[in-house]
């Protein structure tokens, strides 16, 4: 389906710019392909019709090991991961699992569009024509029913539909206490941790240029963004696609060229199946991870809003509030209306 | 009796192999039609895989697309075949290889004895059902489609417009009234003979070969002209999404699969590893005669279809978007937007709660901050009353409100004060009901004590917003209910005007009035009103209120027994 015009095409000049600017993405790509080298490659493992997943991560041996489970029981069979200079054993974690491929890049998390130039050249190599998930170390993607069917039921799925993207909107989760007060430890489902999510403040609208619905929102703007809500984190993503060589990841994997990818929507109100993508970013080693942000310096605005963001985080504030709601599984974010079943019957 | 099964097979042969033994477990004698787009190797390997099967035959391979005659081709030859081959068929059935047995042949063909010279094939005239997606219905039969819709749909869809657009019609044969339905039949030897070997079958073939989908309208019309008896239902379960694609049976679908009595279901998943285990399943001793009950089925499919077509009102997200000018809907729950209310009643709020039960927020557009009922800082869903996050969009801050607590009837008050930025979003609402007392805003000025003078401006401020307020209420677009009536009018009767809100919004459980809220002093406010005119600022949305109309709510106010100040 075509998008149209209420949806802000920007016309046929604008069309033609954006086909461009792809064009640029897929050129930078391709130009900063030696930024990462290859670790270990296993990539020969990998059969026509598995499903593959993207990563960069930096220090993230805690998380690790669930992401992992999680996402091999969720039917990923083969994990690409971009290793940033970790120094806590991820990479001698990752070397030795049997379905990763792991390459490795000293250079600038923020220069490489935050990965997503890295992952873009591992994309445009290897995911063509695969069902391939892109996510962070701390993302688990969630679905209705995604309890009983895994992802070769939903990609087969939308396979039919002729689909070729499904989106997700990220939920942040967080601790009934102070943050930093409970225990984690790596292997641990992190729900049990984070039970607790903002189920009705997100704001949706389209964005102008790209197409997609631009979500706002969540526990970070009620916490940390309230005054300035145009800074507040973007939250909906498109992280499962049928990749082509030709599509690009614009900004993380919240906007994707070409701009049909996006097209999780309509205008009439009908309602398409969607997920979620919880989101375990504070989990106890948040004050940790805030505190070496503040030094790093390589995230997304480094302007003083996010160094007091961090520093607040590094302090332990509490997030939870009595009308919190209580994740206990993905039929409850179906019933907030944060996600939707659509026909996915 | 013998049942004989012809299966078209075009993908997954490893799964149309296993259903083609299933049958051939049962007794039945198979004829496979191999769509001729298929490769020879993967035929090949396909027709090695069950050389074992002695009661199995391959009929002439036709070029399958779909919604083109070649289907239909390859049913006839594949049937042919089967009538010729096997003597003692006495039944014939239609199925794919994603077709799945879910109860055992003997099942079935009890079944079919039970229910003698009977087809069953859906098949209903066109003319009565709007099934078709696309609004092809009659004009399948009277067009002629030369362009394949799934690879050229430009020049399909030009076709017809250019045939619509000089009136063409094609003749019908003669006798042939068109039907449709599903294309997975189950028809006896007698008719299915009756339909082959119809002399003037050459005249027919013709005419359908130019029909759109010939696969859905040949033997369903046809066999109206040969059946004994028609029992129009499919056997094969087979449910279809908004588009008319077939919905994918999982393995969670079992208990669904086994609840329905169906004899066979389809599509199923190709790695549904579980379905296929578990089925054909032998029904309970008690349940063996059991009919087909596909209720419970039908209605989870098509609360699907109507989720995916209409989604749940009321509700922006990630994958539902719908544009304030196409949905007159903007939010979950009907609610009530009062202005004017509070500024002439000052405990209004709690007195409104009290009455309706209803949740009475105060200005949740105010500057300052949103003023939630009960006061809270952080309201269902974690809303936070911060001003600037809520005007940042104040529509998705609305919606989310309702969308939050959609269980309970909302009112909030409003006025020129607060922030403007949501009425047009009020005034295209169906769900809004907006009561404007207009000029009310002039009582708390008055009630500040301060003089005309001092207080000017900011009365020509309020005055100026709120018309333009009006303005909006007044325009063509607008979906929501409104009452606008001025400060004078209101003075004059309130009690009824505050009798027909409680009643919309508590409903049949509104009563009448027994305690009025207290109203403002509003004495010397017509002295304050002149004084505002003679500084030559008209306050002309307050109507006419003079000395006399104040005193007139007073004596009202004396006589009526049931309006007494707040116990």
Same mark, same amino acid.
């Given at each position: 389906?075509?998008?149209?015009?209420?949806?802000?095409?920007?016309?046929?000049?604008?069309?033609?710019?954006?086909?461009?600017?792809?064009?640029?993405?897929?050129?930078?790509?391709?130009?900063?392909?030696?930024?990462?080298?290859?670790?270990?490659?296993?990539?020969?493992?990998?059969?026509?019709?598995?499903?593959?997943?993207?990563?960069?991560?930096?220090?993230?041996?805690?998380?690790?090991?669930?992401?992992?489970?999680?996402?091999?029981?969720?039917?990923?069979?083969?994990?690409?991961?971009?290793?940033?200079?970790?120094?806590?054993?991820?990479?001698?974690?990752?070397?030795?699992?049997?379905?990763?491929?792991?390459?490795?890049?000293?250079?600038?998390?923020?220069?490489?569009?935050?990965?997503?130039?890295?992952?873009?050249?591992?994309?445009?190599?290897?995911?063509?024509?695969?069902?391939?998930?892109?996510?962070?170390?701390?993302?688990?993607?969630?679905?209705?029913?995604?309890?009983?069917?895994?992802?070769?039921?939903?990609?087969?799925?939308?396979?039919?539909?002729?689909?070729?993207?499904?989106?997700?909107?990220?939920?942040?989760?967080?601790?009934?206490?102070?943050?930093?007060?409970?225990?984690?430890?790596?292997?641990?489902?992190?729900?049990?941790?984070?039970?607790?999510?903002?189920?009705?403040?997100?704001?949706?609208?389209?964005?102008?240029?790209?197409?997609?619905?631009?979500?706002?929102?969540?526990?970070?703007?009620?916490?940390?963004?309230?005054?300035?809500? $145009? @800074?507040?984190?973007?939250?909906?993503? *498109?992280? !499962?696609?049928?990749?082509?060589? /030709?599509?690009?990841?614009?900004?993380? +994997?919240?906007?994707?060229?070409?701009?049909?990818?996006?097209?999780?929507?309509?205008?009439?109100?009908?309602?398409?199946?969607?997920?979620?993508?919880?989101?375990?970013?504070?989990?106890?080693?948040?004050?940790?991870?805030?505190?070496?942000?503040? $030094? @790093?310096?390589?995230?997304?605005?480094? *302007?003083? !809003?996010?160094?007091?963001?961090? /520093?607040?985080?590094?302090?332990?504030? +509490?997030?939870?509030?009595?009308?919190?709601?209580?994740?206990?599984?993905?039929?409850?974010?179906?019933?907030?209306?944060?996600?939707?079943?659509?026909?996915?019957? | 009796?013998?049942?004989?099964?012809?299966?078209?097979?075009?993908?997954?042969?490893?799964?149309?192999?296993?259903?083609?033994?299933?049958?051939?477990?049962?007794?039945?004698?198979?004829?496979?039609?191999?769509?001729?787009?298929?490769?020879?190797?993967?035929?090949?390997?396909?027709?090695?895989?069950?050389?074992?099967?002695?009661?199995?035959?391959?009929?002439?391979?036709?070029?399958?697309?779909?919604?083109?005659?070649?289907?239909?081709?390859?049913?006839?030859?594949?049937?042919?075949?089967?009538?010729?081959?096997?003597?003692?068929?006495?039944?014939?059935?239609?199925?794919?290889?994603?077709?799945?047995?879910?109860?055992?042949?003997?099942?079935?063909?009890?079944?079919?004895?039970?229910?003698?010279?009977?087809?069953?094939?859906?098949?209903?005239?066109?003319?009565?059902?709007?099934?078709?997606?696309?609004?092809?219905?009659?004009?399948?039969?009277?067009?002629?489609?030369?362009?394949?819709?799934?690879?050229?749909?430009?020049?399909?869809?030009?076709?017809?417009?250019?045939?619509?657009?000089?009136?063409?019609?094609?003749?019908?044969?003669?006798?042939?009234?068109?039907?449709?339905?599903?294309?997975?039949?189950?028809?006896?030897?007698?008719?299915?003979?009756?339909?082959?070997?119809?002399?003037?079958?050459?005249?027919?073939?013709?005419?359908?070969?130019?029909?759109?989908?010939?696969?859905?309208?040949?033997?369903?019309?046809?066999?109206?002209?040969?059946?004994?008896?028609?029992?129009?239902?499919?056997?094969?379960?087979?449910?279809?999404?908004?588009?008319?694609?077939?919905?994918?049976?999982?393995?969670?679908?079992?208990?669904?699969?086994?609840?329905?009595?169906?004899?066979?279901?389809?599509?199923?998943?190709?790695?549904?590893?579980?379905?296929?285990?578990?089925?054909?399943?032998?029904?309970?001793?008690?349940?063996?005669?059991?009919?087909?009950?596909?209720?419970?089925?039908?209605?989870?499919?098509?609360?699907?279809?109507?989720?995916?077509?209409?989604?749940?009102?009321?509700?922006?997200?990630?994958?539902?978007?719908?544009?304030?000018?196409?949905?007159?809907?903007?939010?979950?729950?009907?609610?009530?937007?009062?202005?004017?209310?509070?500024?002439?009643?000052?405990?209004?709020?709690?007195?409104?709660?009290?009455?309706?039960?209803?949740?009475?927020?105060?200005?949740?557009?105010?500057?300052?901050?949103?003023?939630?009922?009960?006061?809270?800082?952080?309201?269902?869903?974690?809303?936070?009353?911060?001003?600037?996050?809520?005007?940042?969009?104040?529509?998705?801050?609305?919606?989310?409100?309702?969308?939050?607590?959609?269980?309970?009837?909302?009112?909030?008050?409003?006025?020129?004060?607060?922030?403007?930025?949501?009425?047009?979003?009020?005034?295209?609402?169906?769900?809004?009901?907006?009561?404007?007392?207009?000029?009310?805003?002039?009582?708390?000025?008055?009630?500040?004590?301060?003089?005309?003078?001092?207080?000017?401006?900011?009365?020509?401020?309020?005055?100026?917003?709120?018309?333009?307020?009006?303005?909006?209420?007044?325009?063509?677009?607008?979906?929501?209910?409104?009452?606008?009536?001025?400060?004078?009018?209101?003075?004059?009767?309130?009690?009824?005007?505050?009798?027909?809100?409680?009643?919309?919004?508590?409903?049949?459980?509104?009563?009448?009035?027994?305690?009025?809220?207290?109203?403002?002093?509003?004495?010397?406010?017509?002295?304050?009103?002149?004084?505002?005119?003679?500084?030559?600022?008209?306050?002309?949305?307050?109507?006419?209120?003079?000395?006399?109309?104040?005193?007139?709510?007073?004596?009202?106010?004396?006589?009526?027994?049931?309006?007494?100040?707040?116990?």
């Amino acid at each position: 389906m075509a998008l149209s015009s209420d949806k802000g095409l920007p016309g046929l000049s604008g069309a033609y710019r954006l086909r461009w600017k792809r064009r640029r993405f897929l050129f930078r790509i391709w130009r900063k392909r030696h930024e990462i080298t290859s670790i270990v490659d296993r990539t020969s493992d990998i059969r026509r019709d598995s499903i593959l997943l993207f990563s960069t991560v930096r220090n993230e041996a805690l998380r690790l090991p669930f992401f992992l489970a999680y996402y091999r029981k969720l039917g990923v069979t083969h994990f690409f991961f971009v290793d940033n200079e970790s120094s806590d054993g991820t990479a001698e974690f990752l070397r030795q699992q049997p379905d990763v491929s792991l390459w490795h890049s000293a250079h600038s998390y923020r220069l490489s569009r935050f990965g997503m130039d890295w992952l873009g050249w591992l994309l445009w190599q290897f995911g063509h024509g695969h069902w391939c998930l892109t996510v962070d170390a701390d993302e688990l993607l969630v679905y209705p029913d995604c309890e009983a069917r895994d992802l070769r039921n939903l990609t087969s799925w939308l396979d039919t539909k002729q689909r070729s993207s499904f989106g997700a909107v990220m939920v942040d989760l967080y601790p009934k206490g102070p943050l930093g007060g409970s225990s984690y430890r790596a292997g641990d489902d992190p729900t049990e941790t984070l039970s607790w999510f903002d189920q009705g403040n997100y704001r949706s609208s389209i964005h102008a240029y790209y197409g997609n619905t631009w979500i706002q929102g969540g526990v970070r703007e009620r916490v940390f963004f309230s005054d300035q809500p $145009e @800074r507040s984190p973007t939250l909906n993503k *498109t992280p !499962l696609v049928r990749w082509n060589r /030709r599509y690009t990841y614009v900004s993380s +994997t919240h906007q994707m060229l070409p701009r049909h990818l996006h097209d999780s929507f309509d205008l009439e109100g009908k309602t398409k199946a969607s997920g979620a993508l919880l989101h375990t970013k504070f989990l106890p080693i948040i004050a940790e991870k805030s505190a070496e942000e503040l $030094e @790093r310096k390589q995230h997304f605005q480094n *302007t003083t !809003l996010y160094q007091d963001y961090h /520093r607040r985080l590094a302090s332990g504030i +509490t997030l939870w509030h009595k009308d919190a709601a209580y994740y206990d599984g993905p039929q409850k974010l179906v019933e907030c209306g944060l996600m939707s079943k659509g026909d996915w019957v | 009796m013998t049942l004989g099964v012809i299966m078209l097979v075009h993908t997954a042969f490893d799964r149309a192999e296993q259903m083609v033994r299933r049958w051939a477990e049962g007794g039945c004698p198979v004829v496979i039609h191999v769509d001729r787009n298929v490769e020879p190797a993967t035929h090949d390997h396909f027709v090695h895989a069950i050389s074992d099967l002695p009661d199995v035959r391959f009929a002439s391979r036709s070029r399958c697309e779909w919604g083109t005659w070649g289907l239909v081709e390859a049913t006839q030859s594949a049937a042919t075949l089967m009538l010729d081959e096997f003597p003692s068929v006495s039944h014939v059935y239609l199925a794919s290889g994603a077709c799945m047995p879910l109860r055992p042949v003997s099942e079935l063909e009890a079944y079919l004895a039970r229910h003698p010279d009977t087809d069953f094939i859906e098949s209903a005239t066109t003319a009565d059902v709007p099934w078709t997606v696309g609004g092809l219905d009659r004009e399948r039969f009277t067009l002629r489609f030369p362009f394949a819709w799934k690879k050229n749909r430009k020049l399909f869809d030009l076709a017809v417009r250019l045939q619509q657009l000089v009136g063409y019609r094609r003749a019908l044969p003669e006798g042939l009234v068109p039907h449709m339905g599903s294309q997975w039949w189950c028809l006896t030897r007698q008719t299915l003979e009756a339909i082959l070997q119809d002399p003037k079958r050459p005249a027919y073939d013709r005419y359908f070969k130019s029909v759109w989908i010939p696969d859905e309208s040949y033997y369903q019309s046809l066999v109206r002209m040969h059946a004994r008896r028609v029992e129009s239902k499919s056997l094969t379960l087979a449910k279809f999404d908004h588009q008319g694609k077939p919905h994918i049976f999982f393995d969670d679908h079992l208990e669904l699969l086994q609840r329905s009595g169906c004899f066979v279901a389809r599509k199923i998943w190709r790695d549904a590893e579980l379905l296929f285990q578990t089925f054909p399943q032998p029904s309970a001793p008690d349940q063996i005669d059991a009919e087909p009950n596909t209720g419970a089925v039908d209605r989870l499919f098509s609360q699907a279809v109507e989720r995916r077509t209409y989604g749940r009102p009321g509700l922006f997200m990630q994958s539902r978007f719908p544009s304030s000018d196409r949905q007159a809907v903007l939010t979950a729950s009907p609610y009530a937007v009062l202005q004017g209310f509070d500024d002439i009643f000052p405990d209004f709020q709690r007195w409104l709660a009290r009455r309706t039960g209803a949740e009475v927020h105060g200005h949740l557009f105010a500057r300052d901050r949103v003023h939630f009922a009960d006061g809270v800082e952080l309201y269902r869903g974690g809303l936070s009353d911060h001003p600037r996050l809520r005007d940042y969009n104040p529509k998705m801050f609305l919606t989310n409100l309702i969308w939050n607590a959609r269980e309970k009837h909302h009112c909030f008050q409003f006025g020129p004060a607060d922030s403007q930025g949501i009425c047009w979003t009020l005034a295209k609402d169906t769900n809004a009901s907006i009561w404007v007392v207009t000029g009310a805003w002039s009582v708390p000025l008055f009630l500040s004590g301060r003089s005309a003078s001092e207080v000017r401006a900011e009365a020509a401020r309020l005055q100026r917003i709120e018309n333009k307020f009006l303005k909006v209420l007044r325009s063509p677009q607008v979906r929501a209910r409104v009452r606008i009536m001025s400060l004078a009018e209101f003075v004059e009767a309130p009690m009824d005007v505050l009798q027909t809100i409680i009643d919309e919004i508590a409903g049949h459980k509104g009563r009448a009035i027994s305690e009025a809220p207290r109203m403002a002093d509003i004495e010397g406010l017509a002295a304050f009103l002149q004084d505002l005119k003679n500084q030559g600022m008209h306050p002309f949305l307050t109507g006419d209120i003079t000395a006399l109309t104040v005193q007139t709510r007073r004596r009202q106010s004396r006589r009526k027994p049931y309006i007494v100040a707040g116990k």
